[in-house]
């Protein structure tokens, strides 16, 4: 049966993969980004594939916007059956220039080193917004199409950083952990209703915001890119396409018992100890 699907961060490479997919299936998409010329390429794409599709630019940090744009999702498509909460991100300010700090950080202080010390309060905050607010507050406003009505569910997007922090990003880290947190007690929550909530949890795969610290300009691993690699037991980092298979169940029918779960697609990056 066609749904009606809202996929925040539409017009990133994973989601945007994620929205052709499921328009093939013949779900109704509604691409949103912050800007909106990237959910208009999807949207396009999609509809050169004989999908349906509507794009608009939003912001996930502001409710009226959210609004407006659940008003015109309505009058197009109907309401709500399926939000997926992509839009995410990391930034420079809350994000350290050395995985470990060192005697000597503080009083030599060279050019271009950022330490724990000079993570900006506006940079921090950012990325909570960006990836915890920017989650909640896109579920308030379309979740209330889903209540009391079946086959309605939200996906969240938390990482893999949210099961062990990695190092350098302990903004991004402690937001996505929220997500997962969060995840499960909407879960909880919306039980009652027939609204599931659960979360993918990518390892890593290269997109617009990371290509540059994992890879070189000639397409060589960066020292991070190979670190990742080497703790990576398939070899590989993921490709867009690999979350669709979690995506389409955990957004499907058949999977109506599960709610409150957060699945690693990593290629084993989670499980592996190192040794």
């Not at 996930?60 to 609004?67: G, T, Y």
Request: hydrophobic fraction near 40%; charged fraction near 20%; aromatic fraction near 8%.
């Amino acid at each position: 049966m066609s749904k009606t699907i809202v996929i925040t961060g539409g017009g990133g490479v994973l989601c945007s993969a994620l929205a052709k997919s499921l328009a093939k299936q013949k779900h109704k998409i509604v691409v949103l980004s912050l800007k909106e010329e990237k959910a208009l390429v999807v949207v396009d794409e999609i509809r050169a594939a004989g999908g349906k599709a509507i794009g608009m630019g939003v912001n996930v940090l502001d409710k009226e916007s959210l609004k407006s744009v659940k008003d015109k999702v309505n009058k197009a498509f109907g309401p709500c059956d399926i939000l997926i909460n992509g839009a995410g991100g990391n930034h420079p300010d809350g994000t350290t220039s050395k995985s470990y700090f060192e005697d000597g950080d503080l009083s030599e202080h060279k050019d271009g080193l950022k330490t724990f010390f000079d993570l900006t309060q506006k940079g921090i905050e950012f990325v909570f917004n960006l990836n915890f607010m920017g989650t909640l507050l896109p579920t308030q406003v379309f979740a209330e199409d889903m209540v009391g009505r079946e086959g309605c569910s939200v996906l969240n997007i938390s990482s893999m950083s949210a099961y062990t922090p990695l190092t350098k990003i302990p903004a991004y880290s402690g937001a996505k952990a929220a997500i997962s947190n969060f995840t499960q007690w909407m879960a909880v929550h919306f039980s009652k209703v027939g609204i599931r909530v659960n979360a993918l949890a990518p390892g890593f795969f290269l997109t617009e915001q990371n290509r540059t610290l994992l890879t070189t300009e000639d397409g060589e691993l960066t020292a991070r890119g190979n670190q990742i690699i080497d703790q990576t037991p398939m070899g590989t980092f993921g490709k867009p396409e690999h979350l669709i298979g979690a995506t389409n169940w955990l957004c499907g029918d058949e999977a109506q018992f599960v709610t409150g779960i957060v699945v690693p697609v990593d290629g084993g990056f989670n499980a592996f100890s190192g040794v």
